[in-house]
C-alpha cells in the first residue's frame, strides 16, 4: 500500500495540469513527474554512524537507492516558486558487527515519504532554458520500524518520531516550452540535523539493552529528472 500513494498524489493533482495560467512563456502552476537516483554520501555528516562495545566496532552503511513522486511548482513572480508535492524513498542500510577478524553483517530497507517545502529561483539562460537553484525543509514521514536477520545477528531500527525535517539544496537545467511542458534535470544535496531512526545491533536473542545502538544517518546526494506537463 505505501508504494501507491505517489501514485495516488499523481492522479489527485492531474486536473491542475489542464488549469495552468500563462504569462509570456512560464507557468502560474505546473505540475510534474520525477524519478531520482540516491548516492550515500558522509561529506557533511555531523554525526558517527559506528560504535564500539566491548571492543567490536557496531555500524550502518547506507546503499544507494531510488525515488519517484510528483511535485507541484507554484509561480510567486518572475523568477521565485513555491515547490511542494510528495516522493517516495528507498534505502537500503547494511548494519554490520566487526570484531577485526570476523564480519557479519545484515541487509535491511527503509521507505519514506517527503513532503517537500522548497522556494526555487529561476534565472533565464535563453528563450526555452532556464538555470534553477531551490532550498527549503522537506518533511521526511517514517512509516514504521524495521527489522532484519541474517547469520545470527540481529538489527532493529526505531523511528525516533513520525515526522522530521530535513534541509535540501538541488541546482539544475530546466528545458521549458508552453506546448511540450518542461524537462528538468538537477542535483540535490540533503542533510539530516538529527537522526531519522536509532538502529540496535546484536546477536540474535540477546536482550535489547545488551545490545549496540547506532544512529541512522540520512544524508544523500540525488540526481533528478522531472518532466513538467504541457
Known sequence: MRLWLPII?????????GQRLYDDRDPTVAFGLQV???FPTNLLTIRPATTVRDDVIYGLEPVNGFSYGGVVNFRLS????LLSGITFLRR???AFEDTG???????????????PIMASYYLRLSDN??????????LHFLPTDLAATNDGLDALSLKLGIIKPVSSTMVGIEWRRPDYGGVY?????NIAPWALFVTS?????????????VEQVGDFFGIVLRYYLP
Do not use: H, M, W
Open 92 to 94: 537500503d542500510y547494511v
Open 36 to 38: 531520482g537516483a540516491i
Open 129 to 138: 532554458l532556464l538555470l534553477n537553484i531551490s532550498t527549503g525543509v522537506p
Open 101 to 115: 577478524t570476523n564480519r557479519r553483517d545484515v541487509r535491511f530497507r527503509s521507505d519514506t515519504y517527503e513532503i
Open 78 to 81: 518572475k523568477s521565485f516558486y
Open 185 to 189: 534535470l538537477g542535483a540535490n544535496y
Open 201 to 213: 545491533i546484536g546477536e540474535q536473542n540477546t536482550p535489547f539493552e545488551d545490545t549496540a545502538f
Open 9 to 17: 498524489f499523481l492522479v489527485c493533482y492531474l486536473p491542475l495540469a
